[in-house]
């Protein structure tokens, strides 16, 4: 028996304690009234809605991190042109009426813009948030948030989930694809595996879909797994009868790396390309082996990428979570910082008018950007009224020797101006 065939075997209980180590090393103390530097004569309030306690505290957590170290930075360089930022966060545990309830007092004690963190508080407020027009900046990068006619409000310090899957299937198509031995004498073939019920997992793949076509892929049969899906070899099979060339992987990270395994298992001779919030050090720490040579997009550097402003990603970490190893520290910490730094850049703009008013944080913040570039490997960010997408250039990565190599940048808007214009905004 392989030692992917003795994995499958043994996945449901290693996964569990993989999880379990990964929560107990990454805990932290609820954050409620963040970070009170001295020195300052002035504070601006921000909200921030974390999972420490969740069904994704298991990621939430290195986020959550990540904005309260981000913020103390920020103050610690200055604040907001000499005001101090008062950092309200909260574990709302994923769940709808906790983010709902803590809203109305952010509402109540002056916060001017929120930090979020995924679908279920972006979705639960969205609404809110418009009518309010209070800026928030979550992670959850859903390609409707970009759109300001139905999400006004709504901005992110990264490309999008669906300019994402179109870039990493176009990266490889140019750069794979080619090295194939039946090159020129076929189309190449894709297929899709993700939660069909998950409206969320499966909303870029219209997209991705769209690209496949634009470069005339033979599309598979799409495959319905389940994120909590332990026994994949039905899937798998199917795969295997129609032959892909590359196989796009929407779910999460455990259900991403079980397919993997299964795909070594099963000797599935096939490329995978993963969406993002897969894409992360955890697929390599729990796929191993299996995770060799997967590509996919990421919106900013990985966790000690030699990059500008890593050095104090890192040092800050040390400092204010001294408790977490580095080595179990990962994107998503870093990810946070591009948030708020994209934030303390529109706080700036907006406070130097002497309005931080939510709107005029948005207008004379936000959609003034034009090729902002924050570091970490964050493509360069444009707002503008009609168009939220920070950006058209995508980076891509692949994995090589269990780390993250960068590989190209795609540039969506520079390749397709007229198709970037007109036709791939808000899906």
Known sequence: MSVFRSFRVMYPLYIGHMISKLIVSLSLPLILCGYFGPGFAETIRIGAFNDLSGATADIGRDYAMGIVEAVRFVNDEGGINGKRIELHQYDYGYRVPEVQAKYKYFKRIGIVAILGWHIVDTNALSALVAEDKLPYLPASYAADLT????????????????????????????????????????????????????????????????????????????????????????????????????????????????????????????????????????????????????????????????????????????????????????????????????????????????????????????????EVDLGLSISPLTFTSTDHRASGQVNIYQIKNQQFIFVTKIDLKGRWPEKWAKDWLGW
């Not at 697929?283 to 990985?302: F, H, N």
């Not at 946070?336 to 730094?341: H, K, S, T």
């Open 147 to 370: 759109d300001p006619i139905t999400s006004p409000y709504h901005l992110f310090a990264g490309t999008d989930n669906s300019s994402n899957g179109r870039a990493a299937l176009t990266a490889w198509f140019d750069d794979v694809w080619p090295r194939k031995e039946d090159y020129g004498t076929r189309r190449p073939r894709v297929q899709f595996a993700y939660m069909f019920a998950s409206e969320q997992l499966r909303a870029p793949i219209k997209a991705i879909k769209d690209q496949a076509k634009l470069f005339g892929f033979s599309v598979g049969p799409d495959q319905d797994i389940s994120i909590f899906a332990t026994d994949i070899r039905r899937q798998v099979q199917v795969m295997k009868e129609f032959k892909p060339d590359i196989v796009w992987h929407g779910n999460t990270t455990l259900s991403v790396a079980a397919t993997l395994l299964e795909a070594v298992a099963s000797d599935l001779k096939t490329d995978h390309v993963v969406n993002s919030w897969a894409f992360d050090e955890n697929l390599i720490r729990i796929a191993g082996a299996a995770a060799e040579g997967v590509m996919g997009a990421s919106v900013c550097a990985y966790y000690g990428e030699d990059v500008l402003l890593m050095e104090q990603i890192q040092g800050y970490g040390k400092k204010y979570h001294p408790g977490v190893s580095t080595n179990k520290r990962s994107i998503r910490t870093v990810q946070a910082w591009a948030n708020v730094l994209a934030l303390r850049e529109a706080l700036k703009r907006a406070d130097s008018t002497a309005d931080l008013s939510g709107k005029n944080i948005l207008k004379s913040g936000f959609e003034t950007f034009d």
